[in-house]
């Protein structure tokens, strides 16, 4: 047997499926699965931007959609744009994600209790209230009235990256002393923190969370905070749709790591369905298997982990590097147009040889109601490891494509004092990128392929065995 799944590793593995089989039936089990697979592919979350004119709002709602703000397609910007209408804008990667524009807080006539009516206030699942500077009594008086509705709201102090380098010029400090640096950092993030907690207190404001942000680096100061908190705040279905659609670019250790639990939880649930539904049979592997759910879970594991064409670009266009560059690096998983029911059948086929059926056989003495059903017990060993293994093997190359995007770009000698310029234009995107990187997860059972001709080149390592 494959050392690499063992029978521990199953226990492991499929603990949660066991338990939650143990509870109920298998067809109550089944049932909640494809609720939850339709219910995920299907749910929209709604978020709305608001806050003053000028706050940097549209900018916000870029950064959100992992581009940049002259990117065609992104919200306008500018202190002659000023959003009169909501505007709707979705999210590159997850269509069902979108994210609103409002008209900005004080550009209009009306009171809050107006405003939330002429925006279409029921429509959206939380607020996100943007301010650039302090906080004042429209901002209280929006925040209030959302209150009153029951929805959930959120403050956002932006560009808190241009308060620090402010201080850091009126303070003298060379970017080169490191020390100095963080300690100025430290210093003008607790005074802003401070000093807008303090204003919305006065405003009435009871307990006010303010999150400080820059939109040029979400991985920075707050964002993973208001991130967290937002999700503890959301139903288990839009808290999925909200970390799957998290930009690539902002990801940090623990954001990949939320991201590969909600898919392990997707996964186990996917192959139940594929018990249950008709299977295609697989005279190599004297198998059956739902090949239409493995692909479409593959297409949707690697639009995830911003390894599809799409997010590769957006990624490469933020960092300002080619994208040939990124994709170099990509050892394992093929862009999603390449991932066809061919791909997989082709793996399959390569598994067969080497006898998928002794882990099968494990599973279904962990788990012996799988083998009450006809084909059910191979259908879900081969789904959940199929898939599982094309999980862990993503997360791999995301995390290699994140640390070649956060290394610096090579520059160009230009002698004298050029150079100190040119050190100082790497990206706070690039710095915390690369300051973020997680070291890889240990290497396990593994689809090994290259960047071209996956078909022939595809196999699967330790044994070969699922």
Known sequence: MDPAITLETIKKDLAEVKAA??????????????Q???????????????????????????????????????????????????????HPAFPKVKIWDLPGIGTTKFS?????????????????????????????????????????????????????????????IDVEDTHEMMQSEKETLDAVRKDSYDKLKALGVSSPRVFLISRWDLSKYDFPLLQETIEKEQDEIKRDVL??????????????????AAMESLIWKKAIVSCSVGLIPLSFLGLGCDVGIVVSTMIHICKDFGLDENSLNILANRVGKPVEELKSVIEHTPSAGMITTEFVMDILKRSAMWGAITVVEQVLDFIPVLGSLYGGGSSFATTFYLLKNFLENAVKDAEKVLAKAAEPKR???????????????????????????????KRGLSLTAKNSDWHQRTEIHNGGRL
Request: proline content about 2%; overall charge positive; hydrophobic content about 30%.
């Open 21 to 34: 089989l143990e509870k109920k039936t298998f067809e109550a089990v089944s049932a909640e699965a494809q």
């Open 36 to 90: 939850q697979s339709n219910l995920l592919n299907n749910v929209t979350l709604e978020i709305a931007i608001t806050g003053r004119a000028c706050a940097g709002k549209s900018s916000f709602v870029n950064a959100l959609r992992g581009m940049k703000d002259d990117e065609k397609g992104a919200a306008l910007t500018g202190v002659t744009v000023t959003t009169m209408v909501p505007q709707e804008y979705t």
């Open 112 to 172: 809050a209790k107006e405003y939330l009516k002429k925006v279409n206030f029921s429509k959206y699942d939380f607020f996100i209230i943007v301010s650039s500077g302090r906080f004042t009594e429209d901002d209280t008086k929006l925040a209030l009235e959302i209150q009153k509705n029951k929805k959930k709201f959120y403050y956002v102090r932006s560009k808190v990256d241009i308060n620090i380098d402010n201080d850091r010029r009126s303070k003298g």
């Open 243 to 260: 970390i799957m659609s998290l930009p690539i670019m902002s990801l940090t250790k623990d954001s990949i790591k939320k991201k590969k």
């Open 411 to 441: 520059l160009r000698r230009s002698g004298g004092r050029g150079n100190k310029s040119e050190r100082e234009k790497e990206s706070w995107t690039e710095k915390s990128l690369r300051d973020q990187q997680a070291k890889p997860p």
